[in-house]
């Protein structure tokens, strides 16, 4: 079998994006529930910075959507282009004559969860405290967002026919001194695609590699064959959730034991230092670390606060120099310009418009949603538009499953869709309809377990009323922290479960990856369609864009009749902060790209830009 060597490798990715307005993270007449944190809890620690002051039942019977005719330039992503690249990066000479001694207080607002990144799905309670401490073969590069770099792996050739890769590993060490070797990387692949396990953000590899088949060649050189040629591969294998784990450590774990955090180790950055529940966690800079020189901090203190009154206030009196996610929801937009402006332009501001949406989970293994026409009655009932005038302030678009713009046609859900149309009165009538049928001529009672945050809760509540009164289905909302929210969803024991969640990549496969495969955690109780699971693989398989691109929309028009589990209530942005003086932060694609923290730097000599808004 032929082979093309690509050197250091770099792909290029040409991704469309479609332009979403910004979701405002403060909702007026709700508040969020009083922190856990106290506000000495973050004082308690400030170190200095050298030279700066720190800080089966029938279809509904509305009429279906015309088809569509495909436009000429297809907006999915299109397959990757090699670029050799050997020179050492310019900014990882600057930064490391700016290390920080000291421990760099940031700020987040959840406490992990699922510690297992195969196994976790949240960008909050898992990629943010886990991501750090790992590495993957190949990565999204930092600096430039949309190159696909190596990371574990030197180089890479690619099979003719695009169904075979050998990568070459680098000389990394395992933080217990044990080197990084190609028996680990196929564990790692082996462990990702083990049937039955259960893979939030990590399942789509099944799609593309057959478990057990990989191949160590040497002890630096792994062999992946893939069942046919994939263009999504590489863009999916760069995810940051995408970690190579160390067989000699992890191979003897279960589940259970992989989700506690001082059970793994990684080869990443940090090592975790510290963690004590809703205060902080901590992480020791990796003296070992294979790329020489980073990180650029002794250490990094994430100091716990699910208020977003007081994350802003922690930025403004300097007691954190940013939010270690940088769109971990700190406000709207105009309120982050008030940040800048009481800061003297010291914080500032980052918006991400295309991050993800708020979103309700129906469990259909129990009644009542294990009723089609009832999940469709729900879909049907659900006020898009009010949700995102009164949780959000008008900051979102009504919730298409896909990023909007890259598959449906918004203007023509709206002229055409009950659902979306601004007349609610035959979406009302045909989801009171549809419940009577199902035998719930008196509507529904059911629990909603819901995330205690904004905008989630107040979305929630939003969704709450407006449902009860427009078409009987009566919601009873139990607020839960993050990581508990997602345990009870997983554990299926209440009927709907509500929560804000981002996308990896703007590509469609994303979507499919996360909610519709199976045993994945966003997708709790295995909702499948015999069609959707042909059209899934249909598109992976795909390589002219425009037929992928009528696979895509045919799944658009399945999931348009309401009967999945998963009902999308709009779509929307995130915002965070950082100190001016954090350097090499490049905005990424979406909010689940690029948590390693191993690029950034903090310049205590920097003079303030005269822009408004972070810049790099």
């Known amino acids: ?48 910075a050298s030279g700066s002051s720190a800080p089966a039942a029938p279809t509904p019977t509305f009429t279906p959507m015309p088809t569509r005719v495909l436009d000429a330039t297809p907006t999915a992503i299109p397959v990757p282009t090699p670029v050799a690249i050997d020179e050492r990066p310019d900014w990882w000479q600057e930064g490391e004559g700016k290390h920080y001694r000291g421990t760099f207080p940031m700020v987040g607002n959840s406490n992990p969860g699922f510690w297992d990144v195969h196994y976790g799905g949240s960008l909050n309670t898992t990629l943010m405290p886990s991501s750090p401490r790992f590495n993957q073969l190949v990565e999204y590069n930092p600096v430039k967002p949309s190159e696909i770099i190596g990371d574990l792996a030197e180089t890479w050739e690619v099979s003719d026919d695009g169904t075979e890769f050998v990568f070459h590993l680098k000389d990394a060490t395992w933080s217990d001194g044990m080197p990084v070797t190609a028996e680990d990387v196929v564990f790692s692949l ?10 939030a953000r990590t399942g789509f590899l099944r799609a593309f590699y057959e478990h057990q ?25 760069a995810s940051d959730y995408m970690k190579m784990y160390p067989k000699h450590i992890a191979e003897d774990l279960t589940q259970e034991q992989a989700n ?9 950055p940090w090592l975790l230092d510290g963690w004590q529940k809703d205060v902080s966690y901590t992480f020791a800079r990796n003296e070992t670390y294979f790329k020489e ?17 007081r994350r802003i206030a922690a930025l403004q009196a300097g007691q954190v120099l940013g939010t270690f996610n940088p769109f971990t929801g700190v406000n709207r937009p105009e309120a982050m310009a008030v940040l800048e402006e009481e800061t003297d332009g010291q914080v500032r501001a980052l918006i991400l418009p295309s991050a993800g949406f708020e979103a309700f989970f129906l469990n259909n293994a129990k009644p009542p949603f294990d009723d089609e026409r009832v999940r469709q009655a729900f879909y049907l009932g659900l006020d898009r538009d009010l949700g995102i005038e009164r949780a959000v302030r008008g900051f979102g678009k009504p919730g298409t499953f896909f990023s909007p713009g890259v598959v449906e046609d918004l203007d023509e859900l709206r002229a055409n869709h009950p659902a979306f149309t601004e007349d609610r009165t035959a979406a009302i009538a045909e989801a009171k309809r549809l419940l009577t049928e199902a035998g719930y001529p008196d509507g529904i009672s059911v629990k909603m377990n819901t995330r205690n945050a904004i905008p989630t809760l107040p979305a929630a509540e939003v969704a709450g009323e407006q449902l009860r009164q427009d078409v009987g289905i009566d919601i009873e909302i139990v607020p839960n922290d993050l990581a508990t929210m997602y ?24 979507i499919l990856n996360q909610f519709y495969l199976q045993d994945v955690l966003r997708n709790p109780q295995n909702w499948q369609n015999d069609r959707i699971d042909e059209l899934i693989d249909l598109q992976n398989r795909a390589i002219d864009q425009r037929v992928r691109q009528g696979h895509l929309e045919e799944i658009a028009d399945i999931l348009h009749t309401g009967s999945s589990h998963l009902v999308v209530y709009f779509w929307g942005g995130a915002g965070g902060a950082l100190d001016y003086r954090i350097r090499n932060f490049h905005l990424p694609p979406t909010v689940q790209q690029i948590h390693k923290w191993d690029h950034v730097w903090f310049d205590p000599d920097r003079e303030q830009p005269s822009e408004t808004g972070y810049q790099p």
């Open 1 to 48: 079998m032929k082979f093309r060597r690509i050197g250091r490798p770099q792909w290029l990715l040409l991704v469309s994006c479609a332009a979403l307005l910004v979701v405002g993270l403060a909702c007026g007449g709700t508040t969020a529930p009083e922190p856990s944190t106290a506000p000495s809890q973050v004082e308690q620690s400030q170190p200095a």
């Open 190 to 199: 082996d462990r990702i695609t083990l049937p039955g396990a259960q893979r």
């Open 213 to 237: 088949t990989a191949e160590v060649i040497d002890n630096k050189t792994v062999r992946v064959p893939l069942k046919y040629q994939a263009p999504t591969f590489m863009p999916n294998l």
């Open 260 to 268: 506690q955090p001082e059970n793994l180790i990684g080869s990443g």
């Open 293 to 309: 020189g980073r990180p650029f901090f002794d250490g990094i203190i994430v100091h716990l606060i699910p208020d977003t009154a």
């Open 487 to 510: 345990a009870v969803m997983r554990d299926g024991t209440h009927e709907i479960s509500t929560v804000g969640t981002g996308i990896i990549l703007t590509d469609p496969a994303d």
